[in-house]
């Protein structure tokens, strides 16, 4: 009998794998992970949670391995993470692949985005209020909040996001970061000023490849 990896298992196993930065970026995925679904209780929001915790796992990896030619983390992430999920024997479906994507490129987004799937902007969410040390909540409990920052303690994660700094900042184009933050473009910051929001969702679109 044949046993099904889940794919967060094989995100977790190529994590552990490709970081330099051990258990504190382990950690890190797992509070987002913590956060999203708390959000998502909260919220009334149905989550594929293997795909969640994933994407978890592997929404930094570009930040970890320089395997492509890009010099955008995001698309790095992405080309390494499609090189390797054809051989992967996961078997997702074009949905799953599709929201992995989506989850991958939105998650740093500090605007919402028009057509964001609910499981995508849970994970949004949980970025903010990871990197904002649980001051933006998005209506989460004080006790919520700290419930995830004790059970996987941030310990020498500043380490880990000085690393991430010089890799976006030196060995990376700088000007990529607009991408990261602003994934939907100019568009997606007009759409936040104005009624009527014109704007598109992120580039989910394009599945593996940035327009
Ligand atoms: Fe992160």
């Not at 692949?97 to 902007?121: C, D, F, I, K």
């Amino acid at each position: 009998m044949t046993t099904q990896t889940s794919t967060s298992a094989w995100a977790l196993a190529l994590l552990r794998s490709n970081s330099p930065y051990g258990q504190a970026l382990e950690d890190h995925c797992r509070r987002l992970h913590g956060f999203a679904t708390n959000l998502a209780a909260q919220d009334g929001v149905v989550l594929d949670d293997d795909l969640l915790l994933a994407a978890c796992f592997l929404h930094d990896i570009g930040l970890c391995v320089r395997d492509s030619s890009s010099r955008d983390y995001i698309e790095r992430g992405l080309d390494f993470v499609e090189a390797r999920l054809a051989d992967s024997g996961l078997g997702l479906t074009a949905q799953q692949e599709e929201s992995l994507v989506e989850l991958m490129r939105t998650n740093h987004s500090l605007l919402p985005l028009r057509g964001l799937s609910p499981q995508a902007e849970m994970l949004r969410r949980a970025v903010q209020v990871e990197h904002s040390l649980g001051f933006i909540s998005f209506g989460l409990p004080a006790e919520a909040r700290a419930e995830v920052f004790s059970r996987f303690p941030r310990a020498n994660f500043n380490q880990v996001l000085l690393g991430f700094f010089r890799t976006a900042l030196v060995d990376d184009d700088p000007r990529a970061l607009l991408h990261v933050f602003l994934p939907g473009g100019w568009a997606q910051l007009r759409a936040a000023f104005t009624a009527g929001h014109s704007s598109h969702a992120a580039s989910t679109r394009n599945l593996w490849k940035s327009s």
